[in-house]
């Protein structure tokens, strides 16, 4: 889990590596299974930000969630990928040896370094006989405009 996956201006994301058991296998007494044996990474951008090993003999019940390491993280402006690749080296579930996830986060800027150079609308006269009346004699026409900004500093914007 990632937390929040977009805001507005630099700030931390929040980190979470949780295990679930989600069904009771048919030769697990008692509904409870030792967690597998997880070794891990979470990479920001295609770097190792956090490494985990988890095999301290912890149980889980059925339906149950273990959280397996969490952590915060600092992020700049820009879309962002962080990934989580985990490894089973335990015997459990031994075909399933390598699991990844990811998660995009996008960090809008503050503000925005933008300004308004033009605006220009085409077809700007009103035709009475063409427009759509609607009730206490409001009338409404087509229009097209465009807005034309300029980016005064020079800085990647997300629209």
Request: include cysteine.
């Amino acid at each position: 889990e990632v937390t929040p996956t977009e805001m507005v201006g630099e700030g931390k994301v929040h980190v979470k590596v949780i295990a679930s058991y989600c069904k009771a296998l048919p030769d697990v007494a008692g509904g409870e299974i030792y967690l597998l044996e997880l070794d891990g990474s979470v990479y920001l951008d295609r770097k190792e930000i956090n490494h985990f090993e988890y095999s301290n003999g912890k149980t889980i019940s059925v339906g149950k969630t273990e959280v397996v390491t969490e952590f915060d993280w600092p992020l700049d402006v820009g879309l962002h990928n962080i990934t989580l690749k985990v490894k089973n080296g335990s015997g459990l579930l031994g075909y399933i040896k390598t699991k990844t996830d990811s998660v995009i986060v996008k960090i809008l800027p503050l503000e925005y370094p933008l300004k308004l150079t033009e605006i220009s609308c085409d077809n700007l006269n009103f035709n009475f006989e063409t427009m759509d009346m609607y009730s206490q004699e409001y009338y409404a026409s087509s229009l097209k405009c465009a807005l034309t900004f300029r980016n005064v500093d020079n800085t990647q914007i997300y629209i």
